[in-house]
């Protein structure tokens, strides 16, 4: 028994942070319902993998849901749009407020429908401010809450192309849709959805918020160190015979075990040394005398070596070495999945956590265009005639 069965969700978003919070819902065991347009949305292609066209963010972010293509121009379509609406248990829409409100799918509009409903929306920037209007994606988030420029160089701003911000955003509204649907059941059969916003800038900031602290408190105006720590050492990628790594400590007794490690124990009665901050400050003489041992080994070694000192430490992969890995495939992170017309499987990550109980699940892949749309009117009470009408109208 999945957790989220009987409740449907509508998602109406596009590219990452609407669709993956849908995805989450979807691998709970929610009727996942993409409203996509007739032509196909603009994020179906990206990365495209499949004979058809698709994508690899699409197949990832839209497993376990069905397709209904839909006309939301149209009269008929929006009208369809209400109907829908009345089945729903969420809507998720990552919309400019004002095509919220265009389309019908603001909150007002909704809770009148609707009034157990949840509508999910996401934004840039947040509903208030200046900029609540602007579009954006997850590297403007980087950008401005400090992250990519403490990334890169002083002189070259990184960003980092693991778009994290549409991530995190994503999985805060899926756990802010759990938390207003346990809100309404909880209150019984009178329990009323709400509205539950996220931003991609306001997701941004709380990744950083230790370092705005800091900021804010002491003014240290910090300046990047590429992939140097600023707040310990050794933390940084180290070049072996054989590949890169990845080093990160904290503490003195990490610190220590290191030392002794690669022969050089002198280094912790350093003064320089003589906490995480001071080894911060002066971490590029640390990684100087880290990246000589790292030099003369190869990355196996150098790894066995660290995780018998039990130092965090990891391999640099290119995206090929990390289809290869054994723990990654010992974990069972990247299943193989099927998809029409694909001539090959795909390896699609799992639901971020595993429950004993109420498991999430691979249930079906991500959709071909329109694939549910007539299943889905039925649903709604179509009939053959109908359905073929709105198709030769192109609602649908």
């Given at each position: 028994m999945q957790l989220l069965n009987g409740i449907r969700v509508l998602d109406f978003g596009r590219f990452i942070a609407g669709p993956y919070c849908a995805t989450l819902l979807a691998d709970l065991g929610a009727d996942v319902i993409r409203i996509e347009r007739p032509e196909g949305g603009e994020d179906r292609c990206v990365l495209p993998v499949a004979e058809t066209g698709e994508g690899g963010m699409f197949l990832q972010m839209n497993r376990n849901k069905r397709c209904l293509t839909l006309d939301l121009a149209s009269p008929e379509g929006r009208a369809i749009v209400k109907q829908l609406i009345k089945t729903a248990d969420v809507v998720v829409a990552n919309l400019p407020t004002p095509?919220?409100?265009?389309?019908?799918?603001?909150?007002?509009?909704?809770?009148?429908?609707?009034?157990?409903?949840?509508?999910?929306?996401?934004?840039?920037?947040?509903?208030?401010?200046?900029?609540?209007?602007?579009?954006?994606?997850?590297?403007v988030g980087q950008a401005m809450s400090g992250a990519m420029y403490m990334t890169g160089e002083p002189d070259a701003p990184r960003r980092a192309i693991a778009t994290y911000i549409d991530f995190s955003t994503a999985q805060a509204c899926a756990m802010g849709a759990l938390a207003a649907l346990w809100a309404r059941d909880k209150a019984g059969p009178q329990g009323k959805g709400q509205l539950v916003e996220g931003s991609l800038l306001r997701s941004a900031v709380i990744q950083t918020n230790g370092l705005l602290i800091e900021q804010h408190v002491h003014a240290p105006d910090r300046v990047p160190q590429g992939n140097r720590g600023f707040a310990s050492a050794p933390s940084d990628a180290f070049k072996t015979k054989t590949g890169w790594l990845l080093i990160q400590t904290i503490g003195d007794?990490?610190?220590?075990?290191?030392?002794?490690?690669?022969?050089?124990?002198?280094?912790?009665?350093?003064?320089?040394?003589?906490?995480?901050?001071?080894?911060?400050?002066?971490?590029?003489?640390?990684?100087?005398?880290?990246?000589?041992?790292?030099?003369?080994?190869?990355?196996?070694?150098?790894?066995?070596?660290?995780?018998?000192?039990?130092?965090?430490?990891?391999?640099?992969?290119?995206?090929?070495?990390?289809?290869?890995?054994?723990?990654?495939?010992?974990?069972?992170?990247?299943?193989?999945?099927?998809?029409?017309?694909?001539?090959?499987?795909?390896?699609?990550?799992?639901?971020?956590?595993?429950?004993?109980?109420?498991?999430?699940?691979?249930?079906?892949?991500?959709?071909?265009?329109?694939?549910?749309?007539?299943?889905?009117?039925?649903?709604?009470?179509?009939?053959?005639?109908?359905?073929?009408?709105?198709?030769?109208r192109k609602v649908v």
């Open positions: 095509t919220l409100r265009q389309l019908g799918l603001d909150y007002e509009t909704v809770s009148a429908l609707n009034p157990r409903c949840v509508l999910v929306t996401v934004n840039a920037y947040g509903m208030v401010g200046p900029w609540s209007q602007r579009p954006g994606f997850d590297g007794a990490m610190f220590k075990r290191v030392c002794d490690l690669i022969g050089q124990p002198g280094m912790k009665t350093d003064p320089r040394f003589s906490d995480d901050l001071s080894r911060g400050k002066n971490s590029a003489e640390i990684s100087r005398v880290l990246g000589e041992w790292c030099a003369s080994v190869t990355r196996e070694q150098a790894l066995d070596a660290l995780a018998q000192a039990k130092i965090p430490s990891g391999p640099i992969y290119t995206p090929r070495e990390a289809l290869q890995d054994a723990q990654i495939a010992a974990a069972d992170l990247l299943p193989l999945r099927s998809f029409p017309g694909m001539s090959r499987p795909y390896p699609v990550a799992p639901h971020p956590v595993d429950m004993s109980a109420t498991p999430a699940g691979f249930r079906m892949p991500a959709p071909t265009l329109g694939q549910h749309t007539d299943e889905v009117l039925r649903e709604l009470g179509f009939d053959a005639a109908g359905i073929a009408a709105l198709r030769e």
